[in-house]
């Protein structure tokens, strides 16, 4: 289903027409020299929106918080000394108050605002009537709907210049990412609101310095519009996130490395070559999909089998079994250990539902039920 948003062109002097739109600045504002100095030094690279966290939002209390409204001042030297745009974080009417007396241009919903419905609706609400152009971060949950929801109450308030920041979702547990990019959410979002721009936040997934080029990379081969990428002069003594943060030097080296690829396929060669391939891929779905509905029939008839003798679904030794062999096969094969183990949990889900099923159903002999396609046996 499409969401109808009223949307007006994100633009700062065709910047957007220029991908990658890129935001760059510190996590947090800490001084008036840090602030200057790094946007100094940006600029000289060519970025023209100066980011800068002025409340911080810690998930635990007695670490750095921000500097506050003070901040908001060196805010306003970047933009009038250094003829930068400057965007930071707002999650309260204050903040918004405050952010629009010193004419700051971008503001953006953080994720654990963009969760809290009650706080989103409050800052849309004080901004009626207000043009300015609002980002708003994905909620630390993986909810699409929470996050158009907040896209939703902005746009219900009169604001039309809007774009979301995907920043990845928290996860339970160690990762390999600080917040897991789930990419098939934001590419869900720009399904359902194609006009809507999406900016990839390549430090706040990542957590460190080493993963940023793939995430970006990644980011611009979905076609996202932009970037929003910390950094600072001295990141290693940052005073929040200090791991993931990078020297304006450092930025210029990875946005050069980019590789944009463009989404109009213009040669008729390549088209077709790209038709037939798609093709191909189309066949093995259909085969995929024969295959999942005949091993659903299967898992039927052993949840017959299983109620007949009054034993559990569930068991774990022949799962964890499965899982393993499934994993080193995966690995020959060239597939990742987190994609097959996704996967077979799906499949096993999938399973246990279809025989949960069958062991709570009043028919004892399914099969006759049973339909197994016959290309595949
Ligand atoms: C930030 O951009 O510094 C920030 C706090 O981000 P998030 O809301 O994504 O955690
Ligand atoms: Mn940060």
């Not at 949950?141 to 774009?163: F, H, Q």
């Not at 003594?237 to 990078?246: C, E, L, R």
């Not at 490395?257 to 191909?280: C, I, K, P, Q």
Request: aromatic share 6%; net charge negative; proline share 5%.
């Amino acid at each position: 289903m499409g969401i109808d948003l009223k949307l007006e062109p994100f633009e700062f002097e065709g910047l957007l027409n220029k991908r990658p739109l890129i935001l760059a600045g510190p996590c947090s504002a800490e001084s008036e020299e840090q602030v200057m100095e790094t946007a100094r030094q940006l600029k000289q690279y060519g970025i023209k929106i100066f980011r800068a966290g002025i409340w911080k939002p810690r998930t635990r209390p007695n670490s750095f918080e921000g500097v506050g409204s003070k901040g908001l001042t060196w805010l306003r030297h970047v933009k009038e000394e250094l003829g930068m745009y400057t965007s930071t974080e707002v999650a309260n009417v204050k903040h918004v108050y405050d952010a629009l007396k010193a004419g700051v241009d971008i503001l953006w919903l953080g994720a654990r605002t963009t969760a809290n419905p009650f706080a989103v609706q409050e800052i849309a609400d004080a901004l009626h009537g207000v043009d300015i152009p609002v980002m708003v971060k994905n909620p630390v949950n993986p909810d699409p709907e929470l996050w158009i929801g907040a896209l939703e109450r902005l746009n219900n308030t009169g604001i039309t210049k809007l774009a979301a920041i995907h920043r990845g979702f928290s996860i339970y547990g160690k990762s390999f990412y600080r917040n897991h990019p789930q990419w098939q959410i934001p590419i869900e979002l720009k399904r359902r609101i194609p006009g809507l721009p999406i900016i990839t936040d390549p430090s706040h997934i990542c957590g460190n310095r080493e993963l940023l080029f793939e995430i970006s990379q990644k980011a611009m081969d979905l076609n996202f519009e932009g970037l929003i990428i910390e950094t600072h002069i001295d990141p290693d003594n940052a005073w929040s996130d200090a791991q993931q943060q990078i020297t304006p030097q450092v930025l210029n080296d990875l946005l050069n490395s980019l590789v944009l690829r463009s989404e109009n396929v213009e040669s008729a060669v390549l088209m077709t070559t790209l038709e037939e391939l798609r093709g191909e891929i189309d066949k093995f779905d259909d085969q995929l999909m024969k295959i999942l509905e005949c091993r659903m029939s299967i898992s039927r008839k052993i949840g017959e089998h299983k109620k007949q003798n009054n034993i559990t679904i569930l068991q774990t030794s022949r799962w964890d079994e499965l899982l393993r062999r499934r994993i080193e096969e995966g690995e020959r094969k060239g597939l990742g250990e987190e994609f097959i183990v996704k996967l077979f949990r799906a499949i096993h889900q999938e399973s246990i539902n279809h025989q949960t099923k069958v062991m709570n159903s009043k028919d004892v002999d399914l099969d006759s039920k049973i339909a197994y396609p016959t290309e595949i046996l």
